[in-house]
């Protein structure tokens, strides 16, 4: 991650906090943000599968910016199921968390309109 990508991303992190009232603590607390927005029933309790499932939206919803999935629909609840179009590329664990920290600002930029 560059040092204006580290920048863009705390910024984004100030941001989350002053809109919830809670900095989120790593990258597994913005996407649970994701999923929750995604899903778009508000803030409820979830319990700890459903807390997965939030991930699991959030990462195909920030990947799908690129093409690697794409909403299939959603069920009788309201939950989005997504296909897998295309494999992500073979990199460490590193390299992965920094690819969807980049994915996660393009999506707050592109679908939620901030301007960071």
């Known amino acids: 991650m560059t040092i204006e990508d580290?920048?863009?991303w705390d910024k984004l992190l100030r941001f989350l906090e002053q809109t919830t009232g809670k900095k989120p603590k790593d990258l597994n607390g913005v996407l649970f943000?994701?999923?929750v927005q995604e899903?778009?029933?508000g803030a409820l309790r979830f319990e700890k599968e459903q807390k997965q499932d939030l991930l699991h939206i959030a990462i195909c919803k920030v990947l799908s910016l690129d093409?690697?999935?794409r909403l299939a629909g959603t069920d009788q609840e309201?939950?989005?199921h997504?296909?897998?179009l295309k494999e992500m590329p073979n990199?460490?664990?590193l390299a992965q968390e920094n690819l969807l920290k980049h994915y996660i600002i393009r999506y707050f930029r592109e679908e939620v309109g901030l301007h960071i």
């Open 67 to 69: 093409g690697y999935y």
């Open 82 to 84: 997504w296909e897998k």
């Open 39 to 41: 899903l778009g029933k």
């Open 91 to 93: 990199m460490d664990l």
């Open 78 to 80: 309201g939950w989005p």
């Open 33 to 35: 943000l994701i999923g």
């Open 6 to 8: 580290k920048e863009i």
